[in-house]
T-cell receptor
Framework: NAGVTQTPKFQVLKTGQSMTLQCAQDMNHNSMYWYRQDPGMGLRLIYYSASEGTTDKGEVPNGYNVSRLNKREFSLRLESAAPSQTSVYFC?????????????FGDGTRLSIL | KQEVTQIPAALSVPEGENLVLNCSFTDSAIYNLQWFRQDPGKGLTSLLLIQSSQREQTSGRLNASLDKSSGRSTLYIAASQPGDSATYLCAVRTQGAQKLVFGQGTRLTINP
């Protein structure tokens, strides 16, 4: 029962470097989400994909891009990392967006930008 | 704009006690409300989801209630155990909104 799998679990980057966070779910869910969690700010939605082939901006999309590669995979890319993007990033999925079904979360990627 | 507040930020109780965690929200036009648990270094685990038309949901020793008119939800934990120690987060989906709005969480410690 893998659920939502995120890679890598930890990463340290230098300012200006780029990287892609990977997320895959094996629950045949239609909708996927990327959040960031910061002390004092709670969880905030970065981007989401209501269904395969669609992506939409969330609350804090600046500095990020996403790709819904297929139904299982949803990646988050930082093109030019900044210290303000130091955070814990969570991927989540649900059967259907805007439904009375819960979101299922991965264990997160802890990202530090120096 | 929906705002979700959880008070207290931290709570410590002895094992065996029944306890209540609180969540308040500013916009009563909600679609649903979810309670999550987060263990240190881990992701969120969904505990209970209450639909707008429901007043409560139960799962084992957990019971969540919803009062839209007062903008409040409570999570009741019966016969608390050390394994219940975690941070509990409340999240609200407002009708027509694209996202969940999360509270800051209550960090719960159950002392043996």
């Amino acid at each position: 029962n893998a659920g939502v799998t995120q890679t890598p679990k930890f990463q340290v980057l230098k300012t200006g470097q780029s990287m892609t966070l990977q997320c895959a779910q094996d629950m045949n869910h239609n909708s996927m989400y990327w959040y960031r969690q910061d002390p004092g700010m709670g969880l905030r939605l970065i981007y989401y994909s209501a269904s395969e082939g669609t992506t939409d901006k969330g609350e804090v999309p600046n500095g990020y891009n996403v790709s819904r590669l297929n139904k299982r995979e949803f990646s988050l890319r930082l093109e030019s990392a900044a210290p303000s993007q130091t955070s814990v990033y969570f991927c989540a999925s649900s059967i259907q967006d805007y439904s009375n079904q819960p979101q299922h979360f991965g264990d997160g990627t802890r990202l530090s930008i120096l | 704009k929906q705002e979700v507040t959880q008070i207290p930020a931290a709570l410590s109780v002895p094992e065996g006690e029944n306890l209540v965690l609180n969540c308040s929200f500013t916009d009563s036009a909600i679609y649903n409300l979810q309670w999550f648990r987060q263990d240190p270094g881990k992701g969120l685990t969904s505990l209970l989801l209450i639909q707008s038309s429901q007043r409560e949901q139960t799962s084992g020793r957990l019971n969540a209630s919803l009062d839209k008119s007062s903008g409040r939800s409570t999570l009741y934990i019966a016969a608390s155990q050390p394994g219940d120690s975690a941070t509990y987060l409340c999240a609200v989906r407002t009708q027509g909104a694209q996202k969940l709005v999360f509270g800051q969480g209550t960090r719960l410690t159950i002392n043996p």
